[in-house]
């Protein structure tokens, strides 16, 4: 659902002034095959192989709840033309609203074991014959804000007959609220963005220009649900007459010991959700480029561009590097176990933390060496283009292009593409231990060197057209990902997730790239004025119309996060499996417009 207003205003010949508000909401289900039954999800772990499989009714543990998302803003500006300059100040506004829960179901989450001899977690000895249930329960997510700001102002002064000179100014702040609608952190960031055309002959005809800037990059507010929701986690240890014969549940318990508490449900505070230095996110970005009309419907185009990350924000799970740096740095009593706080990865960051326990905050800055290798992507290309706009003599349009392109770094961006592992938009597990981070560099998951595409439609008088699109590029990156191979490293514990291959350095991109990909798509449709104000197109569009199935990409884990008695890992019978284009698709689409 959304809703959108503009207004504009032409308060005289030199000054306009526009307002722009809105609305978008969603809200989504989705439920599985035996989501929302509440009933039991029960495993049982084999006491020979400690491998666990499902005996119960139900494949999932947790119960069904509706995510909900909306934003609202506003985005206001006034423009002044004023002598050579053409002016413009403007601010915006805008509000997000994610509630995402997840708890266990009411039938419970049980696991069966067998391991005489031993004690539970929570320090109780197990049973005389090794026989109890484990209980898990966990409730995440919940109702959270995120506001994000701006400030702008910009000028485009027509320095003389063939040049403009323009010159902006951007102030963002990003404000992320906890569950309980509390700031945890408050990021501004001042981007300044400078640029220069010139007109070589004074008619148009022939452009030359460059831009340079830089740009933030926003942080989504599901961030707010990892890092500071009100988590509640916690086991219980039970012995058990028996067994319910049709959902497997447990029946005849008797509780052994306290509850295992693992997170006590409280919000955590901003400076366990995040280090007190932490920064907003930006890149720079650097243009240069050509254009000419070649005469009076074909246009050309030359750009080369780069860009270069310079900040991110991702989190860490790295516990053990901030005890160790803090007992090495005057506080030998002191354990971290912050969870997973968020950081700005490579540069040197300030923890506030209880160190010496008498309750007094005290702030330690630790090397960003310690969390792992700074987050690097850099990408540059070269683009060229050539365009047909549509007339009444020549009633067509086509636009083929050619890019060239390098996108390279240890660092995809917001999500994790390259190496297909989990985690959210800023909390990957790149950072979670130094050891994912070793060996990381390379191509990174777009790194498409090679792509051409040509686009055309050609209109006839009696309102039929046709269209057509084809696309040809070269292969993207493969990786091939491993378990870190020494068991004492907290990074094997992620299984397949770290740069070595078969226990050897593999980094980004070391396991080639996919063939060459190319389809061709086709469409029809027909245009129909029914009079000024309403107007009908129907359109046939057919993707991928030869059916090509191409390779398009392949799984990368090459081990199954287990290791063979000598020391091997145990290889991943799914590894190099292929993702294969998809097939040809029709559609018939309708569309009424009506002013």
């Not at 989504?220 to 028996?242: C, D, F, M």
């Not at 991109?509 to 996919?514: E, F, H, Q, T």
Request: charged fraction near 15%; include cysteine.
């Amino acid at each position: 659902q959304f809703l959108i207003g503009n207004y504009h205003w032409q308060i005289n010949d030199d000054m306009s002034l526009r307002l722009m508000g809105g609305y978008l909401s969603q809200s989504s289900l989705n439920p599985t095959s035996t989501s929302g039954t509440n009933l039991p999800y029960v495993v049982e772990v084999d006491p020979v192989t400690q491998r666990s499989r499902n005996i119960g009714l139900t494949t999932t543990s947790s119960k069904l709840y509706p995510f909900a998302y909306w934003r609202r803003g506003f985005k206001g500006d006034f423009t002044w033309n004023l002598g050579e300059h053409k002016i413009t100040i403007g601010g915006e506004h805008y509000k997000h609203f994610i509630n995402n829960i997840n708890t266990t179901s009411d039938g419970g989450d049980w696991t069966y074991y067998t391991k005489p001899g031993t004690v539970l977690p929570n320090g109780s000895p197990a049973p005389a014959d090794g026989r109890y249930v484990s209980q898990y329960y966990v409730s995440t997510g919940g109702p959270f804000y995120t506001v994000n700001k701006a400030f702008y102002v910009d000028d485009y002064w027509q320095a003389s007959d063939r040049w403009i000179v323009y010159a902006g100014l951007r102030d963002d702040t990003f404000v992320n609220k906890n569950i309980n609608g509390q700031n945890f952190w408050r990021l501004p960031l001042l981007s300044p963005r400078f640029g220069v055309s010139w007109d070589v002959y004074g008619d148009s005809t022939m452009k030359v220009g460059a831009n340079a800037g830089k740009y933030t990059i926003p942080i989504p507010s599901s961030v707010n649900n990892g890092a500071a929701g009100a988590v509640t986690q916690w086991y219980r240890y039970y012995t058990y007459a028996g067994r319910d014969p049709n959902t497997q549940a447990p029946t005849g318990l008797t509780q052994i010991g306290p509850q295992e508490t693992l997170i006590n449900g409280l919000a955590p505070s901003a400076a366990n959700v995040a280090t007190s230095n932490i920064k907003a996110p930006y890149q720079y970005e650097f243009q240069v480029y050509v254009q000419k009309t070649l005469g009076n419907s074909w246009s050309s185009l030359a750009e080369l561009g780069y860009s270069s990350l310079k900040r991110a924000i991702e989190d860490t799970c790295y516990n053990q590097g901030i005890t160790d740096y803090a007992q090495a740095h005057g506080y030998p009593n002191f354990e971290d176990s912050s969870g997973c706080p968020m950081i700005n990865p490579g540069i040197a960051q300030v923890f506030t933390r209880d160190y010496k326990g008498d309750g007094n905050l005290e702030s330690l800055t630790l090397p960003g060496s310690v969390f792992g290798p700074a987050p690097t992507r850099k990408y540059v290309h070269l683009t060229l283009e050539l365009t047909h706009a549509r007339n009444s003599e020549e009633p067509y349009f086509l636009d083929l292009s050619y890019t060239w392109a390098h996108l390279y770094g240890n660092y995809d961006g917001l999500l994790n593409l390259g190496t297909r592992t989990n985690g959210g938009p800023s909390e990957q597990i790149l950072w979670d231990f130094p050891g994912l981070m070793e060996h990381s560099s390379g191509n990174l998951a777009g790194d498409v060197r090679h792509s051409l595409k040509l686009n055309g439609v050609y209109y006839f008088t009696t309102g039929f057209r046709i269209g057509s699109t084809f696309d040809l590029s070269t292969g993207t990156p493969q990786n091939c990902l491993g378990t870190y191979p020494d068991i004492n490293n907290p990074a094997e514990q992620y299984g397949a997730a770290s740069h070595y291959c078969n226990n050897v350095p593999a980094p980004l991109g070391a396991a080639g790239r996919m063939p060459l990909f190319w389809q061709w798509n086709l469409g029809v449709g027909y245009d129909w004025t029914i009079n000024e104000s309403n107007h009908l197109s129907l359109d046939l569009q057919v993707q991928n119309v030869t059916n090509r199935q191409g390779r398009i990409d392949a799984n990368q884990q090459y081990d199954t996060g287990n290791f063979n008695t000598d020391g091997s890992p145990e290889l991943n019978k799914s590894y190099g499996a292929p993702t294969w284009q998809a097939p040809r698709t029709t559609m018939l689409i309708a569309r009424y417009t009506f002013r």
